[in-house]
């Protein structure tokens, strides 16, 4: 017996309808299969087609950037701090990848920012030992210092302040307690 085409429609929409989760592991299954496959195949094109889309809308990410950085100030300057310090190879090791430090240096960035509209005068997160001098990028070697007294120290330490950092380092790195 032939179906008409509106009692196929019908069939069909019944069996999406209680076969969901079967269909949409099979076309995860699929693309998962196919897209590492089709990327590697496409790369230059598929770069092409970026760098045309982000040509095209050129002004629109300019504002999506613009607005996440007035949102997410603390996690941009953390961010661009470690960025910095990280081309100098200047974090440590056991720290690049650790969630725990990376929430303690975007703190110490809202605390920075809290000083600063809580007294009226501008603060900078200073290193201690600072990293023109080989001071390391972490949470143990930044202090909140009005940003004239920063300005004024330049790159100077005193040996007892990089003699305790060195310590306070070596004693975190080693998980024990000062």
């Known amino acids: 017996?032939?179906?008409?085409?509106?009692?196929?429609?019908?069939?069909?929409?019944?069996?999406?309808?209680?076969?969901?989760?079967?269909?949409?592991?099979?076309?995860?299954?699929?693309?998962?299969a196919n897209t590492k496959a089709y990327n590697e195949a496409n790369k230059e094109k598929i770069q092409a087609n970026k760098r045309a889309y982000y040509k095209a809308n050129k002004e629109e990410f300019a504002a999506k950037s613009k607005a996440y950085y007035e949102a997410n100030k603390e996690k941009a300057h953390a961010s661009s701090a470690k960025r910095r310090a990280l081309k100098r190879k200047l974090v440590p090791v056991h720290l690049r990848d650790c969630p725990h430090e990376k929430k303690r240096l975007v703190e110490i960035y809202k605390l920075r920012n809290i000083l600063s509209e809580a007294t009226g005068v501008q603060h900078h997160v200073d290193h201690m030992w600072p990293l023109n001098d080989g001071g390391p990028h972490w949470s143990g070697n930044l202090q909140v210092i009005p940003a004239e007294e920063n300005l004024s120290k330049n790159a100077s330490v005193c040996e007892d302040t990089k003699a305790t950092i060195i310590k306070s380092l070596y004693t975190f790195e080693s998980g024990r307690s000062i």
């Open 1 to 32: 017996m032939a179906q008409s085409k509106e009692e196929k429609t019908a069939y069909m929409k019944a069996y999406r309808e209680a076969n969901k989760e079967k269909i949409q592991a099979n076309k995860r299954a699929y693309y998962k």
